[in-house]
């Protein structure tokens, strides 16, 4: 029987790769306690730390494909015209 693929919220991620930077427990035990492979665990931890800088970095608005207004109310003309002919 084929077991079905588990899907793990970041949060849960988080969570383990946390502990596991801890080091109070052995990668064993957390896969034990977690139910998750040690090797899950590892690749989780390298993430986490790889990401970690991010969340002390100032968050830079998103860039919007910002379109001139101006261009807007012309295109907004020309199709006024175009349904009015």
């Known amino acids: 029987m084929k077991k079905s693929r588990r899907k793990f ?7 383990v ?5 801890k080091e109070r427990h052995t990668l064993a035990e957390l896969s034990e ?3 998750v492979s040690a090797v899950m665990i590892s690749r989780w931890k390298k ?3 790889k990401n970690m800088a991010q969340a ?4 830079q608005p998103k860039k ?3 379109v001139d ?3 807007l109310y012309a295109q907004i003309g ?3 015209v175009e349904n009015d002919f």
């Open 64 to 66: 919007t494909d910002q």
């Open 33 to 35: 306690r977690f139910e």
């Open 17 to 21: 790769a946390l502990e596991a930077i």
């Open 47 to 49: 993430e986490f730390q």
């Open 78 to 80: 020309q199709l006024k």
């Open 56 to 59: 002390f970095e100032k968050e």
């Open 69 to 71: 207004p101006e261009k």
């Open 9 to 15: 919220s970041a949060q849960f991620k988080a969570n």
